[in-house]
């Protein structure tokens, strides 16, 4: 029986004792890079989940979005809407139809029958009134940016989350009386007349152009130009309106990409968006963020590697006559790179442990200084009766990403220097040092 | 446990170092490596000692050519037949004396408590069984030299190999040192190498090799018969 582990584990633990200096600087270094993203990634998750508690916190924790597939080539866009839906547990209650009406987007909301819907609340933005709407209006408004009161690094997250807008416009709950087709009626005759009032001066402009390019305007071009006037009609899009009970299932919706739609193989052909608040944005830009960061770590890993292993190699030069020793004493080369590797698994180990340790104080910094502040903005722009809840500190896989990321630091190096632990290259170091 | 070595040569890339060595050092003898710094002594020490392999040539060792062994089988050849005390001592500064002393037992997988044992039995023998528990940076150098020695005797090897064991030695300490080789060599019937330029050391020697710039003559340290072996041929005294 050759070296035992417990034996192997002291001779490896020597090591460290006896580079002290060297490995605490491995140790640290590491420690602080990897601690950075760790806590990030800790303070991500913690806001994500804040944001979104917030975010759907008067609409009593449900999401709703407007949804829809476009073009498949893989069925009835319906079909395979309704399809996916079902897949992440969402229910589709109604559909909204946007007319654009001349620099104004209105939005007409049809319930299915029997699903419950909101209708009386104010949500997120500020909202215009419609006095001869008399059908539930819903007041929607721009996307603008939340900032904590003071300086606060959370800003560099919540200006992606909340820099964009939300769409701009009226939305109206169809009530059925048919109050909303007379209104959406008069305003299309409105601007007909308008456009039909202008269509003299419209045209000048249009022959005087034409003319410049050599070109006419033949009789029928004059009245087919009248007759688009009169029969001016909106632009109508139309989308669904799902429901999902949490926002975990509406995230697995937006962003897995497991059909072709989904991966947008045709352009446009899975779309969803924001209703009654910014969920789906905090779901794209926090997820943007985690890539970014992904980016980071896996930057940083090879950072830490090529450090590690010039270290490593320099450690190794210099310990020379101990493997020499260990030779001379019957270990074999196996047991020379177990005890090497220990060495860097347990400084690793110790690397991790700081790297933790940092997390938690970058969080714990994070969480005095800002989670009074973000509340109380969180309840302005949500515009909540109270204070939503701030937890700055969340769990994911990541995580263990990190950890993995940290301790494959000590195979890899060990690879990339076995080449000096040969008979050859120690003889040629111990001469160098004779 | 003869040792033979024939036509052996080292080198270092393209550079030599050992040329044309023929040697044979008999069974039980206390043979001595003389020569300055750099004449090729401490490499010679590790070719035997198979902490090196030779560029060309052959080791003997009791009719092994150590050459042909590979792997395992050259690790525990090596493990039991040859124990080696460097110079320098290279007692591990992290490492007490005790363990420094059982670190072959380590690699032998050999239990903590017998390995323990076999330490405290080898310091005693020595000593030093009362800086067992101490580091090296306590102990002093004869201490120190000693704990080396113990080290070398762990598996109880049929050679022991001793590069400049006094270097770094008061003269008093140098000579306990030498005595506890002799010693050594004379109750366990050991083989023992010294690769030295004292030359407190050739009183205690049964055979002197001479060793210049890589090259080796054999001056005979037996009083009954001398033979000195030039470079170019043999002359008897």
Redesign the interface.
């Given at each position: 029986?050759?070296?035992?582990l417990?034996?192997a584990l002291?001779?490896s633990?020597?090591?460290i004792?006896?580079y002290k200096g060297r490995s605490v600087v491995v140790v640290a270094t590491v420690a602080i890079l990897f601690g950075l993203v760790m806590g990030v990634n800790f303070l991500l998750r913690g806001l994500e989940v804040t944001l979104f508690d917030a975010s759907v916190a008067k609409t009593g924790g449900k999401v709703y979005v407007e949804t829809s597939f476009r073009k498949s080539r893989y069925g009835s866009n319906e079909e395979r809407l309704n399809e996916r839906l079902e897949k992440y547990h969402g229910e589709k209650v109604g559909t909204l139809k946007k007319y654009a009406l001349d620099g104004e987007t209105v939005g007409v909301i049809e319930v299915e029958l029997g699903k419950e819907f909101p209708t009386e609340e104010e949500y997120v933005g500020w909202g215009t009134e419609k006095q001869e709407m008399n059908a539930a209006h819903l007041s929607v408004g721009g996307g603008t940016t939340l900032e904590l009161k003071r300086a606060s690094v959370l800003n560099l997250v919540l200006g992606g989350v909340y820099g964009n807008a939300i769409e701009e416009g009226d939305l109206v709950v169809d009530d059925g009386s048919g109050e909303i087709e007379e209104y959406i009626k008069t305003r299309i005759e409105e601007i007909q007349r308008k456009k039909v009032a202008n269509a003299d001066e419209m045209l000048a402009m249009d022959v005087a152009e034409e003319a410049e390019g050599g070109q006419e305007f033949t009789e029928e071009d004059i009245a087919y130009f009248y007759e688009e006037a009169e029969n001016w009609e909106p632009e109508v899009s139309e989308e669904s309106i799902a429901v999902f009970e949490n926002y975990w299932d509406l995230k697995d919706y937006v962003l897995t990409r497991d059909t072709p739609e989904a991966k947008n193989l045709e352009p446009q052909a899975f779309g969803v968006g924001n209703l009654f608040s910014n969920t789906v944005d905090i779901i794209n830009e926090v997820e943007m963020m985690r890539t970014v960061l992904k980016f980071f770590e896996v930057v940083l890993l090879v950072v830490a590697v090529i450090v590690a292993t010039l270290t490593f190699a320099h450690l190794i030069d210099n310990d020379a006559?101990?493997v020499?020793?260990?030779?001379?004493?019957?270990?074999?080369t196996g047991?020379i790179y177990l005890i090497y590797f220990l060495y860097l698994v347990e400084l690793y180990l110790l690397a991790v442990l700081s790297c933790i340790m940092i997390a938690f104080i970058i969080v714990g910094v994070m969480w005095l200084g800002n989670a009074g502040a973000l509340a109380e903005r969180l309840k302005e722009f949500y515009m909540l009766k109270e204070l939503p809840k701030v937890n700055l500190f969340g769990f994911n896989n990541m995580f263990f990403g990190i950890i993995g990321a940290i301790m494959l630091v000590a195979p890899l190096s060990l690879l990339l220097t076995m080449r000096r632990f040969s008979?050859k290259h120690i003889?040629?170091k111990l001469?160098e040092d004779? | 446990m003869t040792i033979k070595l024939e036509n052996l040569n080292k080198k270092?890339g393209k550079k030599p170092v050992l040329f044309d060595i023929n040697l044979e050092i008999p069974t039980g003898s206390f043979t001595m490596l003389r020569g300055v710094s750099g004449s090729g002594k401490?490499t010679l020490m590790?070719v035997i000692?198979?902490?090196?392999?030779a560029t060309s040539g052959t080791v003997t060792i009791d009719g092994q050519d150590v050459g042909k062994l590979k792997?395992?089988a050259r690790?525990?050849f090596?493990?039991h037949k040859v124990g080696?005390v460097?110079q320098g001592f290279?007692l591990?500064?992290?490492?007490s004396i005790g363990?420094n002393i059982a670190?072959?037992g380590?690699?032998?997988?050999m239990a903590?408590k017998e390995r323990e044992a076999r330490a405290k039995e080898l310091a005693e023998k020595l000593g030093i069984a009362e800086v067992l528990m101490q580091k090296p940076a306590e102990v002093s150098g004869g201490q120190a030299e000693r704990a080396c020695i113990a080290?070398a005797m762990f598996?109880n090897p049929e050679i022991i190999l001793a590069d400049e064991p006094t270097n770094n030695l008061d003269p008093e300490n140098a000579r306990n040192v030498i005595e506890m080789l002799k010693r050594i060599q004379v109750e366990m019937g050991a083989t023992m190498i010294v690769a030295s330029h004292d030359a407190l050391v050739e009183k205690y020697a049964t055979q002197v090799v001479e060793v210049r710039e890589g090259r080796v003559g054999v001056v005979g340290a037996d009083e009954s018969e001398k033979v000195v072996r030039t470079y170019d041929g043999v002359t008897t005294v």
């Open positions: 029986m050759g070296l035992r417990s034996d002291r001779l633990w020597a090591n004792a006896e006559a101990t020499a020793l260990y030779r001379s004493m019957g270990a074999s047991n008979a003889a040629k001469k004779q | 270092y401490s590790s000692g198979g902490i090196e392999t792997g395992k690790t525990e090596y493990r080696f460097f290279y591990q500064p992290q490492l363990e670190l072959m380590m690699f032998a997988g903590k080290r598996m």
